[in-house]
């Protein structure tokens, strides 16, 4: 078995933020029956970008500091 690398929780929020950000870019769901609450609520994906940002910084800081970590307790240099 296999040690996962990735926090899965923190993938399925960036998937669910990359959902959010891909739905703001479609123009045409104003055009329809529920297109108030499309323009209303779903147009601008700004926190949803802004989130998505976030979790991926924190995923690459998480993985240089699990990485040098490794390395310093196998007396192996990091390269970051």
Not at 30 to 40: D, K, V
Not at 59 to 77: D, I
């Amino acid at each position: 078995m296999t040690k996962s690398k990735r926090i899965q929780s923190l993938e399925g929020l960036r998937a669910i933020m990359i959902f959010l950000i891909v739905l703001s870019h479609m123009e045409f769901l104003r055009h329809c029956s529920y297109g108030n609450f499309y323009w209303t609520y779903l147009h601008n994906a700004t926190i949803a970008v802004d989130y998505f940002f976030m979790l991926s910084g924190f995923g690459m800081m998480f993985s240089a500091l699990k990485h040098h970590a490794e390395a310093s307790t196998t007396g192996g240099q990091a390269s970051i």
